[in-house]
């Protein structure tokens, strides 16, 4: 069984260029696991920060569950992030040496049915950079066309 998506951050890659990606858990309610299951999740605008005792997926949107009721959860609420401590150590450094950001990539369940987000290491692109990148798609995408017409 593969793993199955929930949310994907496909401008995260086209914004910054990711040197590194991890794997985090995340601190759940019932109801929010619930709606993750139901796909009502959305990552475009979060980001992740630490705060005094570990890190936080910030501006995450998992909509609040239908069937809920007034214990319903804050849909969003800053999501504790779970990782071993000398992976958090790690990226702290970074973030605080080289001024990167720390940017979820995509949020599933994986085999195990267990929530979790792919967080990537990023640092900024100019806006040349992203001209590249769009270019370098598009020239990609009419490769595989002029390849598919010629066979």
């Known amino acids: 069984m593969a793993e199955k998506i929930i949310a994907d951050n496909r401008k995260a890659r086209y914004n910054y260029f990711i040197d590194e990606e991890f794997e985090a858990g995340m601190m759940l309610l019932g109801t929010e696991v619930k709606s993750l299951r139901a796909g009502r999740a959305n ?3 979060s980001y992740a920060t630490f705060e005094n005792d570990g890190l936080y997926l910030v501006n995450a949107h998992i909509s609040e569950y239908g069937h809920g009721n007034r214990n319903n ?8 992030l779970l990782m071993h401590k000398k ?9 605080q040496r080289a001024g990167k950001t720390l940017v979820p990539l995509r949020m599933y369940f994986n085999e195990r049915g267990i929530a979790k987000v792919k967080l990537g290491l990023a640092s900024g692109k100019k806006q040349h950079d992203k001209r ?11 490769k595989q066309r002029i390849l598919k017409n010629h066979q």
């Not at 959860?73 to 504790?80: F, I, N, Q, V, W």
């Not at 590249?132 to 009419?142: S, V």
């Open 43 to 45: 990552i475009q605008e």
């Open 73 to 80: 959860h804050e849909p969003l609420r800053p999501r504790k």
């Open 87 to 95: 992976e958090i150590n790690k990226i702290a450094g970074q973030i």
């Open 132 to 142: 590249a990148t769009e270019r370098d798609r598009d020239w990609n995408r009419d």
